[in-house]
T-cell receptor, first 113, second 114 residues
Framework: NAGVTQTPKFQVLKTGQSMTLQCAQD?????MYWYRQDPGMGLRLIYY???????DKGEVPNGYNVSRLNKREFSLRLESAAPSQTSVYFC????????????FGSGTRLTVV | AQSVTQLGSHVSVSEGALVLLRCNYS??????LFWYVQYPNQGLQLLLK??????LVKGINGFEAEFKKSETSFHLTKPSAHMSDAAEYFC????????????FGQGTRLTINP
């Protein structure tokens, strides 16, 4: 099925460990995004990639890095996980400009202990 | 910069009653506005969107929203709530300048009472 695929769906990390969240879309979208969702705070943008080869910081980029590997894939890396990064992470994609809105993945639930 | 405020983090209605979820936005340029729904342990699904055409927008599952520029509002309504409407709802705004970045409200959790 067409859409946005995120892996893994669940992950538990110890403080200080690193990991990469993977995201791939097969809709030929130009733009891709990483959000985190925390109770009572909605979704906050971590990083985005307006097009292949570009990445920019969002609202809450500290502690994260991203790589736009190609047009389909956009990964999020936590170099040294902290308990404050316990959250649900969503990847999304969209056409570069226009009124299309986003297509979201099903999320990665990350717990840092 | 644009922003969104959703009034009420929790809304509870009886089955068959009117659903009204409030959203106010702030934007220096004409916005595009969206409502998303999130069912438990799932991602976000687009309910409807306003893209500067008709101010009354109809979406899926019987929901609709009206864009009111004078009130900077985009409230979501449904005439008769169903148990399956229980979910979290997010209002979001974007402007079409540069990268299309959606800014989300805090979310409203809708509970339906039998």
């Amino acid at each position: 099925n067409a859409g946005v695929t995120q892996t893994p769906k669940f992950q538990v990390l110890k403080t200080g460990q690193s990991m990469t969240l993977q995201c791939a879309q097969d809709m030929n979208h130009n733009s891709m995004y990483w959000y985190r969702q925390d109770p009572g705070m909605g979704l906050r943008l971590i990083y985005y990639s307006a097009s292949e080869g570009t990445t920019d910081k969002g609202e809450v980029p500290n502690g994260y890095n991203v790589s736009r590997l190609n047009k389909r894939e956009f990964s999020l890396r936590l170099e040294s996980a902290a308990p404050s990064q316990t959250s649900v992470y969503f990847c999304a994609s969209s056409m570069s400009q226009g009124s299309y809105g986003y297509t979201f993945g099903s999320g990665t639930r990350l717990t840092v202990v | 910069a644009q922003s969104v405020t959703q009034l009420g983090s929790h809304v509870s209605v009886s089955e068959g009653a009117l659903v009204l979820l409030r959203c106010n936005y702030s934007s220096s340029v004409p916005p595009y506005l969206f409502w998303y729904v999130q069912y438990p342990n799932q991602g976000l699904q687009l309910l409807l969107k306003y893209t500067s055409a008709a101010t009354l927008v109809k979406g899926i599952n019987g929901f609709e929203a009206e864009f009111k520029k004078s009130e900077t509002s985009f409230h979501l309504t449904k005439p008769s709530a169903h148990m399956s409407d229980a979910a979290e709802y997010f209002c979001a705004v974007t402007i079409i300048q540069g990268a299309q970045k959606l800014v989300f409200g805090q979310g409203t959790r809708l509970t339906i009472n039998p």
